[in-house]
T-cell receptor, first 111, second 116 residues
Framework: QKEVEQNSGPLSVPEGAIASLNCTYS??????FFWYRQYSGKSPELIMS????GDKEDGRFTAQLNKASQYVSLLIRDSQPSDSATYLC???????????FGTGTRLLVSP | GAVVSQHPSWVICKSGTSVKIECRSL??????MFWYRQFPKQSLMLMAT?????????EQGVEKDKFLINHASLTLSTLTVTSAHPEDSSFYIC????????????FGPGTRLTVT
């Protein structure tokens, strides 16, 4: 079982819709959770961090964390074609420094 | 805030030569910096973690004598690819994490290395 799992996609949504990206992790002692966006040929960009159960909102983005289910998600409201990218879920385990990445979900937003 | 720069953004070198890549945190002090490599259409691969003033910790399978990492100050880390070969051609990306309790890592724009 991979430490961090994501559906590779592509996830296709029409412009203006809500895109829902999901991620599960295997290590229960994981403490910090992140969503990064990576455009083709570019480096990752931090979108959201979440540390405690529940929802965290920032603009059009909402991260949701459920530690009991070992599940973290990212909702993108009013999706735009410029949101088309690969979204990487990343986790830091307690006592460690390094990010453990999922393989990413490719999102395609069609005009 | 939280800006990380890398220099150069791309470099072409001949096989057998060495290349140095710089990573700087511009508006915060980075106690820890990370170096990644990414091949086309593949995931990020962590190469090493460096803490300011300490020797870098390399991931399994990464040759520390080939990929020299120096983190001499709280705002600068360097990666030197020694005796580069065509198979070292890749996208090298650094990230930096600030001091304090935040675990957030901010990535530089990356350096595309081509070895001919």
């Amino acid at each position: 079982q991979k430490e961090v799992e994501q559906n590779s996609g592509p996830l296709s949504v029409p412009e203006g819709a809500i895109a829902s990206l999901n991620c599960t992790y295997s290590d229960r002692v994981s403490q910090s959770f992140f969503w990064y966006r990576q455009y083709s040929g570019k480096s990752p960009e931090l979108i959201m961090s979440i540390y405690s159960n529940g929802d965290k909102e920032d603009g059009r983005f909402t991260a949701q964390l459920n530690k009991a289910s070992q599940y973290v998600s990212l909702l993108i409201r009013d999706s735009q074609p410029s949101d088309s990218a690969t979204y990487l879920c990343a986790v830091i385990r307690t006592g460690f420094q390094k990010l453990v990445f999922g393989t990413g979900t490719r999102l395609l937003v069609s005009p | 805030g939280a800006v990380v720069s890398q220099h150069p953004s791309w470099v072409i070198c001949k096989s057998g030569t060495s290349v140095k890549i710089e990573c700087r945190s511009l508006d915060f002090q980075a106690t820890t910096m990370f170096w990644y490599r990414q091949f086309p259409k593949q995931s990020l691969m962590l190469m090493a973690t460096s803490n300011e003033g300490s020797k870098a910790t390399y991931e399994q399978g990464v040759e520390k004598d080939k990929f020299l990492i120096n983190h001499a100050s709280l705002t600068l880390s360097t990666l030197t690819v020694t005796s580069a070969h065509p198979e070292d051609s890749s996208f090298y990306i650094c990230s930096a994490r600030g001091s304090g309790g935040s675990y957030e890592q901010y990535f530089g724009p990356g350096t595309r290395l081509t070895v001919t």
